[in-house]
């Protein structure tokens, strides 16, 4: 098939590579040029703007930051001309956006005559690298049917949760305990050190107990030696995201707390200037270096 991939940062470039190496033909663009020559140099037809995008393919996943670059980019592709370039296309939205945002896309797809799915994931640049991502798809069911072999390129589980909107729901569900199960435990490594208690017999009590969460040793090297850089998820992406949770909190009748506490400290991390480092960089703010006398 002729698929595009519109955002090739850190995860839609090895997930443009994933299409290619099963065989699609991969047309893609970035706001970035220069971020393009990589796939360039292995297949991948380079478009110039998002229009000329979507004139060569079938369908076109977006990895993008937010919901507002998502309907920029489908207004350059040509919303009003008639017919739309977007007719009788897929618009597979992949990143982590508000569900009243991806409704709204989905209606203004709708009206141009495509098809529109929510399909954001669980996994970070390695599972996008070996299309082990956890795939949570927001669609009508003739759709998920239809581009579920494709969304199979990319992802070994994936979950069809309902119309579009709830795997929207669900991401921000998942994105939330990231923060929050981070924050937990960065406060918890930073009372062990501050009390002087080895910090290998607290993780053997963790690893034994109820309370364990694989992120907890994904992260504990990063905190220990306090070396954030080169992320897998950035901490400004983090702040966007748990923003997002306390806003959906809110519109359910939900008490926003803790999420909102978690998400000040997150923001606190981005004034820190930990915006481009990995989200594990909130140890630094829940455990702060002592300042030298």
Request: proline share 7%; aromatic share 6%; charged share 15%.
């Amino acid at each position: 098939m002729n698929i595009g991939v519109i955002g090739t940062g850190l995860m839609g470039s090895p997930m443009a590579l994933r299409l290619l190496s099963a065989g699609h033909k991969v047309w893609v663009y970035n706001r970035t040029p220069a971020r393009l020559k990589p796939l360039e140099l292995v297949g991948a037809e380079v478009c110039a703007t998002p229009l000329a995008l979507a004139q060569h393919v079938e369908a076109i996943i977006f990895m993008v930051t937010n919901g507002d670059a998502v309907r920029s980019l489908l207004e350059a592709m040509g919303l009003s001309i008639r017919p739309s370039p977007l007719e009788h296309k897929a618009i597979i939205q992949m990143g982590t956006i508000a569900p009243p945002e991806s409704q709204q896309l989905g209606q203004i797809v709708a009206a141009a005559g495509g098809t529109y799915l929510e399909a954001p994931v669980l996994g970070s640049i390695p599972e996008a690298k070996n299309g082990r991502l956890i795939i949570m798809v927001g669609a009508e069911n003739e759709s998920y049917q239809r581009w579920q072999p494709l969304l199979g390129c990319l992802g070994t589980t994936l979950y069809h949760v309902g119309p579009v909107g709830s795997a929207a729901t669900l991401k921000l569900a998942m994105n939330q305990l990231i923060g929050s199960l981070t924050a937990a435990f960065a406060q918890s490594l930073g009372l062990v050190q501050a009390a002087g208690i080895d910090v290998e017999t607290f993780m053997a009590v963790v690893r034994q107990s109820a309370l364990y969460a694989p992120t907890f040793d994904k992260k504990l090297h990063r905190m220990q030696t306090r070396q954030f850089a080169d992320p897998n998820f950035p901490t400004k992406h983090l702040l966007k995201d748990m923003g997002l949770f306390v806003e959906a909190a809110k519109a359910a009748g939900l008490s926003p707390f803790p999420a909102e506490s978690v998400r000040h400290l997150v923001e606190q991390a981005v004034q820190a200037g930990l915006e481009d480092d990995d989200y594990a960089a909130l140890f630094n703010i829940v455990s702060p270096l002592p300042k030298p006398e």
